[in-house]
C-alpha cells in the first residue's frame, strides 16, 4: 500500500541521528503555519526522518505516485485525509482545487506531507501554482506545518529555488538531507552486530553513508565484507544486485544507457570530461546535461576543483563518486555484467578481494579527509585536495592566515621508516604548490603510524584512526 496513515508505525530498525533536522522540524512545527522543503538523493532517509518526526502528531502523509493520474491521487488524498481525521460523510476531493480547499479549511493543527512531490510537475504541474495560489491567500491563517519532499534534487530546486520558480519563497526552509557520517555509520553497524573493528570498517567503505543498504546487514545474517558481498550481492536473489539499475532507470527512463557509461567510466578513474567523452565515445560538448544530471539529480557524483583553485574559473575540475557503493557497484558489477548475469559470482568475487585494498583506499581517503577537515575546520580557511595539470597530488591541504598544512592519507598501517619517506615525497611536492600560506606543516594520516610520538616530537601532523575516533 503506497498512501498509509500515520499513527501506528512498525519499527523494524531504531531510528538513528538526525537530531539537527528533528530540531528545526519542531521548530518550524512550532510556528506553523509552516513550509518545509525536505530533500536529499535517493534512499538518504527523507521518508524515515519526516515519519519519525511526525511519530505521536496528527500528520497526513501523501505519496504522490508517478504511475497515478491527478484524478486518482487527489480521490486517494481525501479518502486519506477522512480516515486520518475521523471525518464523517463524503468528502468532495476529485479534483485538486477541492482537495486543496478542503484542506487549508482545516482549522487545528496538522502536519502534511507530499512524498516525492516534483513529480506533480510531470502528474499535473498546475497543482503546484494551486498550491502556491492556496497558500498565500488562505495558508497565514491556518495551522498547516506542509512538508513536501523529493528525492529529485535539480528538481526540487528548480520549483523552490530558481529564480521566479512557481513556489519561490513560499518555503520556510530548504533541508537537504546529507548521507550519514562515518562515525554515526560505524556505531551503527556495531549496534547492528558487526563486532570486529575492521569488519565495520570495509563495510562502511563498501556502502559508505547510506543507511539503506545496512539495514539488509542483520535480516541477511552479514557481519563482514564477504558475507555481505555474498548474501547482499553476488547472488541471483540477492536484495541488492539491481541497486544501481533500480536507481539509474527510475531518474533517466530509457537514456539511462548513456549514464551508465558514464558512471562506469568515472569508476574506472576516467575524471575530466576529455577522458569520460573518449570512454563512452561521445562528443566532449554532449556530455555537460549528463555529468549535471548526475551531480544535481542523482547527487552520486561530485565535480571538483583543487582547493587552491577555489573562488577562481578553475580549468582543472575532476568528476569524481561522493558515494561508495555506486563507485563498487558500477566498477564491479555493472562492468561485470556478462559474469553477473551468467552467475559467475565466484570470478567477480575473486577479482573484489584481489583489488579491494586498493580500491577501498580511494574511499578511506574520502572519509579520512572529511574527517580531518571537520577537526580543521575552525583553523583553516580552505580544506580540501590539491592536483596539478602534471599529476602530481596531494591528499590534503589546509590553507590558513597563520600557514598550511599538507597531509598525504594512507589506508595502511606504516611504519617509521615508511612514515619518513612518505614525509621527504610530500615535501618535495610543496614547491609545486603556488600560493601556498607560509610556513607549511606537513603530515600523515594512516590507519596506524609507528613511532608516532616520535614524529610528532620531529613537528610532523601525524594522525591514526585512533585520532579521527575510528579506534577499536
Ligand atoms: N535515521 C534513520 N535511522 C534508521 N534507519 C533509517 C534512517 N534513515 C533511513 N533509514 C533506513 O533507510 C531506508 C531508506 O530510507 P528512506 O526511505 O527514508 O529514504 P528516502 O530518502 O526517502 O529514499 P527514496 O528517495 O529512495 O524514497 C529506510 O527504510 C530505513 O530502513
Redesign the pocket.
Known sequence: MIIFIIIILII???????ERELELMEHLYARAPSFLVVT?????????????FCRGKRALYFYVDANKSIEDLMEEFGRLMADTLNLPGYIRTDTPEAFLEFLFSLKDPLIVVF??FQRFVKIHPSFISQLQLFWDLKGRDSRLCIIV???SVGMIREIFLAGGAPLFKRADNILT?RP?GPLDCLT?LGDLGVEDPDDRLDLYLLFGG??????FLEKYGCTDLASALDRLLLDDLAPLRREMND?VVEAFGREHATYYEILAAIAEGKVTQKEIADFVRLPPTSLPPYLRDLVDLLGVVEYRIPVTERGKRSKMGRYLFCDNFFRFYARYIYRNMSLYKSGRFDLIRERIFREWKGFSGWAFEEMVQSLLSRDLADRYDAIGPWWNRRGDEIDLVALGQQGSLAIEIKNRDLTYSEALRLLATLSEKIPLVKCLPRPVATGIAARTVDEKEVLKEEGFSIVDLADLGLGA
Request: proline share 0%.
Open positions: 523494524i530498525m531504531r531510528f538513528y541521528g538526525r536529499g538523493r535517493r534512499r538518504v532517509g527523507k521518508t524515515e526522518l519526516i515519519l519519525e512524498d516525492e519532499s523529493g528525492s538531507l550519514f551503527i547510506t543507511i539503506y543498504y545496512y539495514t536507481v
